[in-house]
T-cell receptor, first 114, second 111 residues
Framework: SQKIEQNSEALNIQEGKTATLTCNYT??????LQWYRQDPGRGPVFLLL?????KEKRKERLKVTFDTTLKQSLFHITASQPADSATYLC?????????????FGKGTKLSVIP | EADIYQTPRYLVIGTGKKITLECSQT?????MYWYQQDPGMELHLIHY???????EKGDLSSESTVSRIRTEHFPLTLESARPSHTSQYLC??????????FGAGTRLSVL
């Protein structure tokens, strides 16, 4: 079965720096990969989706890369702010389920220190 | 902000009680999902529905049941709550694209 690993459970960075979060996966070649943000006690919120034929996607201060050879996605937040502190989840489409089902990683808890 | 609502937000209940967690969406999405999430852990799919009168179990065994009588409503029921059911339950919907829209969740504690 597909397996997702997010590089670390927690990441602390200084305000203004770039945060880089890693998502590695095995046993599958997804058609697309997504990143979600989850605040404590809340449901995940969609941030970005990148398809297998796309190398990079940007949205404001967010950037996602997708390397299907390395089976890895990197999620960058530039000029980080304390309000960016949250848990960030990586999600892949499931084999055989098309775009209808997702498998989520455990997430990386990001803390941006003022 | 997604138009998907879960009630109650918090529920503390005794063992053996029957409970229903409500989930409603106003986006007209065909696909709806229930996930279970423990602190610091990944989301586990427990039920899904691709339309009215269509429900399937997910990959995490659950003693809960669901129904989908109307497009906008996807309630989850536990006939007899146990402490092992203590968790956060998240409802989501999708219009068939890859993106899922989540409610705020119900945090259930069974004593």
């Amino acid at each position: 079965s597909q397996k997702i690993e997010q590089n670390s459970e927690a990441l602390n960075i200084q305000e203004g720096k770039t945060a880089t979060l890693t998502c590695n996966y095995t046993n599958y070649s997804p058609a697309y990969l997504q990143w979600y943000r989850q605040d404590p006690g809340r449901g995940p919120v969609f941030l970005l989706l990148i398809r297998e034929n796309e190398k990079e996607k940007r949205k404001e201060r967010l950037k996602v890369t997708f390397d299907t050879t390395l089976k890895q996605s990197l999620f960058h937040i530039t000029a980080s702010q304390p309000a960016d502190s949250a848990t960030y989840l990586c999600a892949l489409d499931r084999p055989g389920a098309g775009s209808y089902q997702l498998t989520f990683g455990k997430g990386t808890k990001l803390s941006v220190i003022p | 902000e997604a138009d998907i609502y879960q009630t109650p937000r918090y529920l503390v209940i005794g063992t053996g009680k029957k409970i229903t967690l409500e989930c409603s969406q106003t986006m007209g999405h065909d696909k709806m999902y229930w996930y279970q999430q423990d602190p610091g852990m990944e989301l586990h799919l427990i039920h899904y529905s691709y339309g009215v009168n269509s429900t399937e179990k997910g990959d995490l065994s659950s003693e809960s049941t669901v129904s989908r009588i109307r497009t906008e409503h996807f309630p989850l029921t536990l006939e007899s709550a146990r402490p092992s059911h203590t968790s956060q339950y998240l409802c989501a919907s999708s219009d068939g694209t890859a993106i899922q829209y989540f409610g705020a969740g119900t945090r259930l504690s069974v004593l």
